[in-house]
């Protein structure tokens, strides 16, 4: 169970030595540094303006920095493991101080926005998020720079259900294999018989159902098996405590909804109404995380997950009072990785191909040895 216990810490590989093994060899990019830059442009114009499309949202402006005193940011998990990076603004002497923080994500941000713009339900919003992790082991697909499509959709209490969660995702998946076409049209050599293209549908199962497929494996290594028998996976229930007396991973409680009793396709008692699109990336060999999003909580949930995480201190905050006392749409919303979908589309084999950031002195080493052109 230890072996289990260390999988939840986070996200990343933790060992040099090891990451060498997974970067390929006889790695040689499809397209140019200068093609790519291009590609990058072509496939995030697709996207945005196909996600407005498909689930009728808008572009609106998102925060890099927020107030700490608003309760907005986001810690990802619920151990206190990843912490945001916090700076003290004088400003006027020190007479009108503010305290702020940079943001993790948008999560909570855009549900307080659906109200500020004015969002009726069946209508939501799309940002250009831009956020820093400093918590990260910084591998091959995870930067200290996070680049996300974050989006919300308002929506009525009858919608927070698994049918309406499929239906949101498979617009999703739609838009995302649209983008894959779209670049494979203008450049023609990304579709090789060397990677195989995404499939044309996604399988969907629950956290639990991969326990009991693989109840031996840790947590990563059931993704990592799963994605190989089905190339491309949503994974429904992500943070509520499975059979083996582990979350499939650690959720935040203020966000996502996992704690409401829903069944599987086959009639098992399950849990969830969020989850992850993972799929199998034929260049570095594995599994690869697209995009978390889900049904958000309401009133009741958000009591019943803030106890279980033992944060129930949070309630004071105003964003959680704006839940509480129904000052904000219900919703539902996730956020895609950028750097993550331009590294899988573009048949890359490290996320600094296509994301500038900084890495170590280690990693850029290693990946000049292997041919693999990280933005300086």
């Not at 947590?219 to 098996?225: M, V």
């Not at 990946?367 to 990280?374: D, G, P």
Request: with cysteine; net charge negative; glycine share 6%.
């Amino acid at each position: 169970m230890a072996d289990k216990k260390a999988d939840l810490a986070g996200p990343g590989i933790g060992d040099y030595a090891e990451l060498e093994k997974i970067l390929p060899q006889g790695y040689s990019s499809l397209l140019s540094p200068k093609e790519t830059q291009i590609a990058i442009y072509a496939v995030k114009d697709y996207i945005e303006q196909n996600l407005c499309k498909e689930l009728n949202l808008i572009r609106v402006t998102v925060p890099l920095i927020v107030d700490v005193a608003s309760g907005i940011n986001d810690y990802l998990d619920r151990d206190g493991s990843r912490t945001p990076i916090g700076f003290h603004i004088s400003n006027d002497y020190n007479k009108n101080p503010v305290d702020a923080e940079v943001v993790q994500a948008a999560t909570k941000w855009k549900r307080m926005a659906l109200k500020q713009f004015g969002m009726g339900v069946g209508e939501g919003l799309l940002t250009d998020m831009r956020a820093v992790r400093k918590d990260y082991f910084l591998d091959h697909d995870h930067s200290a720079y996070v680049d996300q499509w974050d989006w919300e959709l308002a929506i009525t209490k009858e919608q927070r259900n698994l049918k309406f969660l499929r239906q949101v995702v498979e617009k999703i998946w739609k838009v995302l294999k649209g983008a894959e076409t779209h670049i494979q049209q203008l450049f023609p050599q990304l579709k090789t018989d060397k990677y195989p293209d995404l499939p044309d549908d996604l399988t969907f199962i629950h956290a639990e159902e991969i326990l009991e497929k693989y109840p031996e494996m840790p947590r990563k290594q059931r993704e990592t098996t799963i994605v190989q028998e089905y190339p491309a996976v949503f994974i429904i229930g992500i943070g509520w405590v499975l059979r083996d007396g582990y979350p499939h991973e650690m959720r935040a409680a203020d966000y996502d909804d996992w704690v409401t009793p829903t069944t599987s396709e086959d009639g098992q008692p399950m849990h969830g109404l969020n989850g992850d699109i993972l799929v199998w990336n034929p260049v570095t060999k594995r599994r690869h995380e697209l995009t978390s999003m889900g049904i958000r909580v309401n009133e009741e949930t958000l009591r019943q997950q803030l106890e279980i995480s033992g944060q129930l201190h949070f309630l004071k905050l105003p964003y959680h009072q704006a839940i509480l006392n129904d000052r904000i749409p219900l919703s539902i919303g996730g956020g895609i990785g950028q750097s993550r979908t331009f590294m899988l589309l573009l048949k890359k084999a490290h996320i600094g191909e296509v994301s500038a950031t900084v890495w170590p002195k280690i990693l850029k080493d290693m990946c000049k040895k292997k041919n693999i052109h990280v933005i300086e």
